[in-house]
């Protein structure tokens, strides 16, 4: 089966360059590294244009916000398995492609567990956001996985749809909450850790919390309506629980 890769581009050196030899160096060859760039102001763009990689497919798009950029990229995919790598993560290690195509045989989506580091030094772990099996049932938006740790197929994203591009912060939310509550739908918890995410995107920039707050709030109201409050104080209370 053929990955896709989707990276957003802005302003993303110099990060961008340990992101890349990350998923270069993958054992598994068989996938496409779609790049969309939005208008940088630190010759991300330059840097890109000029990069020899034969995996690269380059697209340049300045409308809306990340979400649209990565509705955008999907669009363009051509592989089997679509996954979600921001210009800063870096995958941990060079078997994760591999176990991913060998895990999906027979099922829809999968995902694993990852690490938060700080934002200039990969090596100093933050805090670890470990997964579980997930059952599908009211307590699901308490228990999701990091968005960063999801693989999945096209044929379901066909199916969910694309990210609700009315939310500028807390879309992946929204739509991990619709993925995971599709009937019949099989997916696999991986009890590895293959992730390394750095701090400072814009979900963890306290500028942008007001909204972040506002966002996950109306989010779970529109698909818990009793106890949307509730369920999301439990979310924050994990958060704070894996600093620990």
Not at 177 to 182: C, H, S, V
Request: proline letters at 1%.
């Amino acid at each position: 089966m053929k990955i896709s890769i989707i990276t957003c581009c802005k302003n993303s050196l110099p990060f961008l360059k340990e992101t890349i030899n990350s998923v270069k160096k993958q054992n598994y060859k068989n996938f496409e590294h779609i790049f969309i760039v939005s208008k940088s102001s630190d010759n991300t763009s330059e840097y890109l244009k000029n990069l020899k990689y034969s995996k690269k497919k380059l697209f340049f798009f300045d409308k809306g916000n990340l979400y649209s950029c990565l509705n955008f990229g999907i669009k363009q995919a051509k592989g089997q398995i679509i996954y979600i790598l921001h210009s800063d993560d870096v995958l941990k290690k060079k078997i994760v492609f591999s176990k991913v195509v060998k895990s999906m045989k027979n099922i829809d989506f999968l995902f694993f567990n990852i690490c938060i580091s700080e934002r200039n030094n990969t090596k100093k772990i933050i805090r670890k956001w470990n997964s579980s099996q997930i059952k599908n049932d009211h307590w699901l938006s308490v228990n999701l996985p990091a968005h960063t740790s999801l693989f999945i197929k096209k044929k379901i994203i066909n199916k969910i749809g694309i990210y609700n591009q009315k939310y500028s912060i807390s879309a992946d939310f929204d739509y991990m909450i619709r993925l995971f509550k599709i009937k019949n739908i099989k997916y696999r918890f991986l009890n590895n850790t293959f992730l390394i995410m750095r701090t400072g995107g814009i979900s963890s920039n306290f500028k942008y919390l007001p909204k972040r707050i506002k966002e996950d709030l109306k989010i779970l109201k529109s698909h818990y309506k009793n106890n949307y409050v509730t369920l999301y104080f439990l979310k924050i209370l994990k958060k704070i629980l894996q600093l620990f």
